[in-house]
């Protein structure tokens, strides 16, 4: 009843801006609330400036759940994006709609990295605990959520749609599949998927370690305080893509 009033009253634009809204709202709600955290407990009187482990695991429990609806809302909007042209005319389109959502988390994080710097330039012990609490939530939203689109590709190219919700198709949009494989075929294009994303997480892996060391392993994500240098950047945004694969 609630959908139903909100389609009569709100225009067709204010509802397909929704997604995106919401994903910018919890966004916003999940950086307001780790900065927040920091600075308060940056305030208390204590010889060290380390923070404690009760302050630790009160900043990881609320990114945590926060990072995780903001991951929810980028979905939906992922989902909407997939479910509707241009992106829903054939594989190949859809491929490229996770793309873009990619795209757009890559802008989001680069511009929250240069707010936090230009916020905390004189308080170095927020900013330090900001950076590697936020860095660390926008490491789950990207991967949680390019995993979960990639996966509506894969079923995309196998099926010849996505299944969404109604109220979240085009309107007059038909629920009939752009193709159909035969088994046979489905097979072997779940085959090719397959040895394509494994050898992108190879290429992932020996990247980092090019720079790093000889071992042939990710090493693990470690943040750093104040504004990344693209560089470094993008070494980020490989371990959010390995975890995606």
């Known amino acids: 009843a609630s959908e139903l009033v909100e389609r009569q009253l709100l225009p067709r634009a204010a509802l397909a801006a929704s997604p995106i809204l919401q994903l910018l709202l919890w966004y916003c709600v999940l950086h307001a609330s780790i900065g927040r955290l920091c600075w308060v407990f940056a305030a208390r009187d204590r010889k060290s400036k380390e923070l404690t482990e009760e302050e630790h695991r009160a900043l990881v429990c609320w990114s945590t759940l926060l990072a995780h609806v903001s991951a929810f ?15 829903a005319g054939n594989a190949f389109a859809s491929f490229l709609g996770t793309l873009f959502v990619a795209g757009m988390l890559f802008g989001m994080f680069r511009l929250s990295d240069m707010v936090r710097a230009e ?96 071992k042939v ?5 470690v943040s750093k305080a104040g504004l990344d240098s693209m560089s470094d950047y993008v070494d980020r945004w490989k371990h959010i893509l390995l975890n995606m694969l």
């Open 119 to 214: 916020v905390c330039q004189d308080h170095p012990e927020v900013l330090k605990a900001w950076d590697e609490t936020a860095e660390e939530a926008e490491n789950d939203i990207g991967a949680l959520a390019l995993s979960f689109l990639l996966l509506q590709n894969v079923c995309f190219v196998l099926l010849g749609k996505i299944e969404v919700a109604e109220d979240d198709k085009a309107e007059g949009a038909e629920g009939e599949a752009a193709h159909e494989l035969p088994p046979h075929r489905g097979a072997l294009a779940l085959l090719f998927l397959v040895v394509v994303f494994v050898v992108l997480r190879l290429a992932l892996i020996l990247s980092a370690v090019s720079r790093t060391t000889s």
């Open 217 to 221: 392993h990710m090493p693990e994500f």
């Open 73 to 87: 809302a980028t979905i939906d909007l992922g989902v909407v994006l997939l479910s509707n042209p241009p992106f």
